[in-house]
T-cell receptor, first 115, second 111 residues
Framework: GAVVSQHPSWVICKSGTSVKIECRSL??????MFWYRQFPKQSLMLMAT?????????EQGVEKDKFLINHASLTLSTLTVTSAHPEDSSFYIC???????????FGQGTRLTVV | TQLLEQSPQFLSIQEGENLTVYCNSS?????LQWYRQEPGEGPVLLVT?????EVKKLKRLTFQFGDARKDSSLHITAAQPGDTGLYLC???????????FGQGTTLQVKP
């Protein structure tokens, strides 16, 4: 099956620092990757869609300068939370689609805690 | 904007009971997926439905896609404690390809 690996699974950082989260498709080429944010006991909120080699498309209300997304290759996309603040603490999840697959497959998620 | 309304949002039942989760929209989706998510993990795909009126079964789980491809349901027969989790429906936008999620249904099955 299609495997998407997300790293790290959890991270604690100080307020004001930046954190990078990686999302890799291990056995298929991900032409499209999605980044979601999830609050406790709530559903996934789409933050942005990225296509390999082009700029990410951000959803309304998501600050593109704060959440930097790079999709430089067909197997890797990164989300960088810049100048993180406690309100950025959340569960971030990526998903990837491509290689002829109609479904998107999800990474394990990253628990970010900003202190 | 395409939206998916999922209901109920919370469900607590006894082992052995049946339940149905609904996912409704005013928009047409090219496909609809159902996921199950455990705490602290990413969603795991259960099924994809593509054709209007399609019914798929996965052991005790039955998934149905509405004829107009605007709604779907998940029915669990004889629920077990292992079915406990967050169930999410997600529709693929026909124009954008984005996966839009419903609010999710938190299911608790008590032994």
């Amino acid at each position: 099956g299609a495997v998407v690996s997300q790293h790290p699974s959890w991270v604690i950082c100080k307020s004001g620092t930046s954190v990078k989260i990686e999302c890799r498709s291990l056995d298929f080429q991900a032409t499209t990757m999605f980044w979601y944010r999830q609050f406790p006991k709530q559903s996934l909120m789409l933050m942005a869609t990225s296509n390999e080699g082009s700029k990410a498309t951000y959803e309304q209300g998501v600050e593109k300068d704060k959440f930097l997304i790079n999709h430089a290759s067909l197997t890797l996309s990164t989300l960088t939370v810049t100048s993180a603040h406690p309100e950025d603490s959340s569960f971030y999840i990526c998903s990837a689609r491509g290689g002829g697959l109609t479904e998107a497959f999800f990474g394990q998620g990253t628990r970010l805690t900003v202190v | 904007t395409q939206l998916l309304e999922q209901s109920p949002q919370f469900l607590s039942i006894q082992e052995g009971e049946n339940l149905t989760v609904y996912c409704n929209s005013s928009s047409v989706f090219s496909s609809l997926q159902w996921y199950r998510q455990e705490p602290g993990e990413g969603p795991v795909l259960l099924v994809t439905v593509v054709t209007g009126g399609e019914v798929k079964k996965l052991k005790r789980l039955t998934f149905q896609f509405g004829d107009a491809r605007k709604d779907s349901s998940l029915h669990i027969t004889a629920a077990q404690p292992g079915d406990t989790g967050l169930y999410l429906c997600a529709g693929a936008g026909s124009n954008t390809g984005k996966l839009i999620f419903g609010q999710g249904t938190t299911l608790q099955v008590k032994p």
